[in-house]
């Protein structure tokens, strides 16, 4: 059997068949998760290379419905969770099909995802960590590029003139004549002063 090659195009058709075909237990599950937990819920969500059918970028929570197209003894599910998991740094929470539809099963599904919200609280560290790491290394650019602007128009309006430096350094030698003689006066004064009050 040929293999065939996952591209984003090919998960982007599965992904708007699946949204557009959603099984009984995939729309219930979307209304428990919006009712019950208060947050953002994107479904049929592509993670190269799956898809997920809900997933809560808030809490780093993925929630899988287990029905005919995923099998529980899957050997593939795990596997696949652990790649989730690694390369995506999120918790995977697999619930049965079945129990979606049941009426006394739904504390119980609750409880399963409250306890996976739990256990992905490090990946929400982790993800805070490394937002907040990679605001502050995109303010350090934006702040090194404005100071090499700054630089650069520094460098561009400031335009030697020999005669300019010329006038400069002369009024600069006049204010130090001016000011040394400032100071002989007072000391002259303050000498009279002292000569004065003796």
């Known amino acids: 059997m040929e293999r ?5 195009k090919l998960l982007k ?7 557009q075909n ?12 919006f009712r019950h937990f208060k947050t953002h819920v994107r479904r049929q969500v592509i993670l190269r290379p799956y898809i997920v059918d809900f997933l809560l970028p808030d809490k780093c929570l993925v929630v899988e419905i287990e029905g005919k197209t995923h099998d529980e003894n899957n050997p593939i599910n ?33 409880q399963t995802i409250k306890k996976g919200i739990e256990e992905a609280k490090d990946f929400a560290k982790e ?3 490394r937002n907040q790491k990679l605001e502050n290394q995109r303010q350090e650019r934006l702040i090194k590029q404005k100071a090499k602007k700054i630089k650069a128009t520094e460098t561009k309006t400031i335009v030697k003139d020999p005669e300019l430096e010329q006038k400069k350094l002369a009024f600069d030698a006049r204010q130090r004549e001016e000011q040394a003689k400032a100071e002989r006066e007072k000391a002259e004064r303050l000498k009279r002063l002292y000569a004065r009050t003796f």
């Open 127 to 129: 993800r805070t960590y």
């Open 22 to 33: 959603p099984t009984i237990a995939q729309s219930l599950m979307h209304d428990l998760l």
């Open 4 to 8: 065939v090659k996952i591209t984003t």
């Open 13 to 19: 058709q599965r992904k708007k068949r699946m949204l």
């Open 78 to 110: 795990p596997k696949r969770d652990r790649r989730l998991e690694a390369r995506y740094r999120i918790k995977v929470v697999r619930i049965s099909a079945d129990d979606v539809g049941r009426i006394g099963k739904t504390a119980q599904i609750i």
